[in-house]
């Protein structure tokens, strides 16, 4: 079974700290994704990372696909409550035109005002 | 509006009798898949279809069935549900692929005592 390890799995910080949660493998992932998902709903992807060493921007967050395609993370700066939820890393492994995928944990986030 | 739509969104039932959960999609995509969600594990991939009649196993098919007869409906059935299958289930689908933009549905609660 291929791992995904995510950490950490919980995160309580003050509005306007910066945080980074890790997602990693002894895998190599075609691409990877990363997910935010609120209580009683289904997550949302939020972006997608392919090539190696890539860095992608959406507003204050910040992801990265480490230059061997085993690891990612997520940085968001200056925290706000509503970044509260909760954070997943998905791979998939082999093709990119693949059915399958691999979730990590998660990670927890919540954002005190 | 394009959107997953899952049914019944809550479940409680009894161990043996059988039960399925519909999944539809309205934005003709190829790939379907099933998660299923429980605390401290993230998603894990039960059933995947990368087309009309082509249906995979994810990582944990045990207990599962799924068909995909039409595009547009994937469900997921449990022959005789035991306790260790109550969780949060969801169903998402995307254009062609798992790297593809998954959407995913609102969720079905199923406790099976």
């Known amino acids: 079974t291929q791992l995904l390890e995510q950490s950490p799995q919980f995160l309580s910080i003050q509005e306007g700290e910066n945080l980074t949660v890790y997602c990693n493998s002894s895998?190599?992932?075609?691409?990877l994704q990363w997910y935010r998902q609120e209580p009683g709903e289904g997550p949302v992807l939020l972006v997608t990372?392919?090539?190696?060493?890539e860095v992608k921007k959406l507003k204050r967050l910040t992801f990265q696909f480490g230059d061997a395609r085993k690891d990612s993370s997520l940085h968001i700066t200056a925290a706000q409550p509503g970044d509260t939820g909760l954070y997943l890393c998905a791979g998939a492994i082999g093709s990119s035109n693949t059915g399958k995928l691999i979730f990590g944990q998660g990670t927890t986030l919540q954002v005190k005002p | 509006e394009a959107q997953v739509t899952q049914n019944p969104r809550y479940l409680i039932t009894v161990t043996g009798k059988k039960l399925t959960v519909t999944c539809s999609q309205n934005m003709n995509h190829e790939y379907m898949s099933w998660y299923r969600q429980d605390p401290g594990l993230g998603l894990r991939q039960i059933y995947y279809?990368?087309?009309?009649?082509?249906?995979d196993k994810g990582d944990v098919p045990e207990g599962y069935k799924v068909s995909r007869k039409e595009k547009r409906n994937f469900p997921l059935i449990l022959e005789s549900p035991s306790p260790n299958q109550t969780s949060l289930y969801f169903c998402?689908?995307?254009?062609?692929?798992?790297?593809?933009?998954?959407?995913f549905g609102p969720g079905t609660r199923l406790t099976v005592l």
């Open positions: 279809s990368m087309n009309v009649e082509v249906t």
């Open positions: 990372v392919v090539t190696g060493g």
């Open positions: 998402a689908s995307s254009f062609y692929y798992s790297t593809d933009t998954q959407y």
């Open positions: 895998s190599v992932f075609s691409s």
